[in-house]
C-alpha cells in the first residue's frame, strides 16, 4: 500500500526566505506526483504535476524535483510571501490516476 | 467554464438520515473520484469512476454509494448517516490517459456535519 508523508508538519518563515517542502512515498511505481496548495476552508488547488519520467517542474516562483527510485519529492519555494501562507500537500498517482496523499505541511510566512 | 462544482456546500444531518452529495464537471473528464478529508488523516479515496456508468471502490468506500449515470456528473449517497462520516468531501476529475496528463481539478468541497 502506498504511503506518502510529508515533513515538516508544519512550517513558520519571515517573508523573503527562500523555503523547501518535503514529500516521500513509499512505492516508486507513480504515473506522477502533483503538489496542491489548500487555503482554510477551501478546496484544493494544483500548482505543479511532475510526470514520473520528468525530474522537475517550474512555474513562477516553485520548483518541484522529483526522484522516482528514492521515493522523494521537494518543492522549492522562492522568495516567500505572505501570500504564500497555506496548506501544501503532495500525492501521488497510481493506477486509475487514483491519488495517494500525504497529510500536509502547513506553511505560515511572516512580515 | 465552471471546472468542478459541488452542491451543496454545508449540510447538518441527524444521525441515520440519508442525503446525496452531487458533483459536476464541464471538462468533458472521463474519471471521477470522490474524497474525504479529515484532520490528521490526509485526503482519502472513497469511490470513483472511470467512465460513464462505471464505479469503483476506493480506500475507505463502506457507509456510501456512488453513481455515475451521466459522464459529467458523479453523484455521492450516504443512506444512513453516521457521526463517524463528519468531514469535507471533495470531488475531482481528470482525464483518462493512463500514465500521462492526468492532473486532477478539485471542487470546493461539501462540508458535512452527522449529529
Known amino acids: 500500500k502506498q504511503e506518502v508523508t510529508q515533513i515538516p508538519a508544519a512550517l513558520s518563515v519571515p517573508e523573503g526566505e527562500n523555503l523547501v517542502l518535503n514529500c516521500s512515498f513509499t512505492d516508486s511505481a507513480i504515473y506522477n506526483l502533483q503538489w496542491f496548495r489548500q487555503d482554510p476552508g477551501k478546496g484544493l488547488t494544483s500548482l505543479l504535476l511532475?510526470?514520473?519520467?520528468?525530474r522537475e517542474q517550474t512555474s513562477g516562483r516553485l520548483n518541484a524535483s522529483l526522484d522516482k527510485s528514492s521515493g522523494r519529492s521537494t518543492l522549492y519555494i522562492a522568495a516567500s510571501q505572505p501570500g504564500d501562507s497555506a496548506t501544501y500537500l503532495c500525492?501521488?498517482?497510481?493506477?486509475?490516476?487514483?491519488?495517494?496523499f500525504g497529510t500536509g505541511t502547513r506553511l505560515q510566512v511572516t512580515l | 467554464n465552471a471546472g468542478v462544482t459541488q452542491t451543496p456546500k454545508f449540510r447538518v444531518l441527524k444521525t441515520g438520515q440519508s442525503m446525496t452529495l452531487l458533483c459536476a464537471q464541464d471538462?468533458?473528464?472521463?474519471?471521477m473520484y470522490w474524497y474525504r478529508q479529515d484532520p490528521g488523516m490526509g485526503l482519502r479515496l472513497i469511490h470513483y469512476s472511470v467512465g460513464e456508468g462505471t464505479t469503483a471502490k476506493g480506500e475507505v468506500p463502506d457507509g456510501y454509494n456512488v453513481s455515475r449515470l451521466k459522464k459529467q456528473n458523479f453523484l455521492l449517497g450516504l443512506e444512513s448517516a453516521a457521526p463517524s462520516q463528519t468531514s469535507v468531501y471533495f470531488c475531482?476529475?481528470?482525464?483518462?490517459?493512463?500514465?500521462?496528463?492526468?492532473?486532477?481539478?478539485f471542487g470546493p468541497g461539501t462540508r458535512l456535519t452527522v449529529l
Open positions: 475531482a476529475s481528470s482525464y483518462s490517459k493512463a500514465g500521462s496528463y492526468n492532473e486532477q481539478f
Open positions: 471538462m468533458n473528464h472521463e474519471y
Open positions: 511532475i510526470q514520473s519520467s520528468q
Open positions: 500525492a501521488v498517482s497510481g493506477t486509475a490516476s487514483k491519488l495517494t
